[in-house]
């Protein structure tokens, strides 16, 4: 497919596509590498959700950990590092907990969706600190807390709400 848009986070392709049914049709499709998302949780079983500025939407959102997987970087480093990156924080157990495709009417990206627990403080060493476009804020929550947060409307982002669905209350 010719690329008519090429972005640091995603590319656009447009181009025909002949459908199952034998039809032709034009479709435009959002090219995105695979994301994690992570489910950090405390020892007590709080879970980690941060606050951040989302320019697409013009606000700041409660969400889960979450981010692109790095060129040749697999899910599970790509899950430990968002985790440091973002909550400033190691997990020192990951779990795969599955894979989702959230706009398949026009996106390619999968999120692959992770537990992360047995947090620690980072190596003094480690590389891994917030991107520079993210000014982010950790806080821990109880999990009926946070799925009443999604109730209230105050966690509106997806992956979040989807994620809080995976954890035993």
Not at 35 to 49: F, Q
């Amino acid at each position: 497919m010719p690329i008519v848009f090429k972005g640091p986070v995603f590319s656009v392709e447009l181009d025909r596509k002949r459908f199952p049914n034998g039809t032709e049709h034009e479709v435009a499709v959002v090219r995105h590498r695979p994301a994690v998302v992570v489910i950090a949780l405390e020892a007590d079983g709080r879970v980690v959700l941060i606050r951040q500025f989302r320019a697409a939407i013009d606000r700041e959102l409660w969400e889960v950990p979450a981010g692109s997987l790095d060129e040749d970087e697999s899910a599970e480093a790509a899950a430990k590092r968002e985790c440091e990156e973002e909550i400033g924080r190691a997990p020192h157990r990951v779990q795969h907990l599955g894979s989702l495709y959230p706009t398949p009417g026009y996106c390619d990206e999968e999120m692959i969706f992770f537990l992360a627990t047995d947090l620690r403080a980072p190596a003094q060493d480690s590389p891994h600190t917030p991107d520079a476009d993210e000014d982010i804020a950790a806080e821990s929550f109880t999990v009926e807390h946070a799925r009443a947060m999604v109730k209230r409307g105050d966690i509106v982002d997806l992956k979040t709400a989807y994620a809080l669905t995976l954890l035993d209350a």
